[in-house]
């Protein structure tokens, strides 16, 4: 299975989290700057204190955009680089060449995205701020002497290097970004061939535990499908929908600790039989749990749980409603329908949609009543998992 969805994700809000961090940080510098100014370690005019205000506002826009509403579309990034390129800008305009280097931070903090559109984008617009701040500084005489007081000077010894500067920074953050998005690409690789294995571990120990209590392994693939029909219905994404339907495959893996004679019984189990069975929610949960990985542990839950009813009634008389681990509750109504509707050695498969209408007569009892609307109202998918997945 192929998910990058994720881990892309989760790769882009921990750089928009950084990115709003370091404007935090040159809010702070600013700080140091007036505060320098202040001590005539500079010799700027207090007139841009109100610049230096607006821009330590405008700074502060990352954190309000990511930190406190969490947009995080593209456009919301690139209008942050421009944001930055524009302080940038303005900054070197007030402050001339006591902040010099502010000419190519923008460039720089594209970075944090290890994507080489975002450092050219930044490198581009960057290049029309770069000449209009070095003709402001001009304007407001915020330039050194010579040669840097005439406009020529300026264009020669003032844009021209910095250009020249620009495209050789530019130059290496591409090269750092094509780096680590190997890097990035790499690991999403490495990730979705585990996925792959632990699929493959899973279904086969799956399988193994439902030919021990002579049911074959369609009833596990059939509950993972229906498990997939719930999570998508939930709103859940691709990758946690697989996810869950994997770990459903293993609701009853504590079976493997249950004595065959018992789990294969013709006849009706003694009450000592069945309280042995039931133990299988708990050996499940043991054997799983400890396990390395999300997907075991949302497994343990399932194993644990599947049998629990909304009520309060189930194996373990001790959760109720919403106490019951959601995954498990999906798991709970696509195992008890598979269960209905085929064929075992101690009974007969049922008409599908009698074994509906009796999952619905249990909504509030024994399922939970929002999940049993959902199986009604999907209730096609399931006739279709059905078809696909018919015993052998």
Known sequence: MKFTEGLTIDF???????????????????IIVMLLNRFHVFKISNTIYPTLLISMVILFVPTILYDFMHLRSKFTRYFVLTLVVMMAGVLYSILSYHVIIMLVFPVVVACLYCDKKSVLFTAILSVPVMVASHLIALHLKNVPDEPLVTLYGVLVYGVLPRVIELFAITVICCSITEKLQRLI??????NNDLYADQQTLVTSLAELVEAQSRETGQHVKRVAAYTDIFCHALGLSDEETWKVS????????????????????????????????????????????????EIMQIAAHIAQEHHERFDGTGYQKQLKGEEINLYARCVAIADVFDALVSKRHYKDEWDPQRARAEIVSQAGRQFDPKLVELFDSHFDEFLDVMSRYPEQ
């Open 12 to 30: 882009e809000n921990d750089a928009d989290r950084r990115m709003s961090s370091i404007c935090r940080i040159m809010i702070l510098l600013l």
């Open 185 to 190: 690409n790499d690991l999403i690789e490495k």
């Open 246 to 293: 994997v770990a459903s495959m293993m609701h009853d893996v504590g079976k493997i600790s249950v004595p065959q004679d018992i789990l294969n019984k013709p006849s009706k189990l003694t009450e000592a039989e069945f309280s042995e069975v039931k133990k299988h929610v708990d050996y499940g949960y043991k054997l799983l749990h400890n396990s390395p990985g």
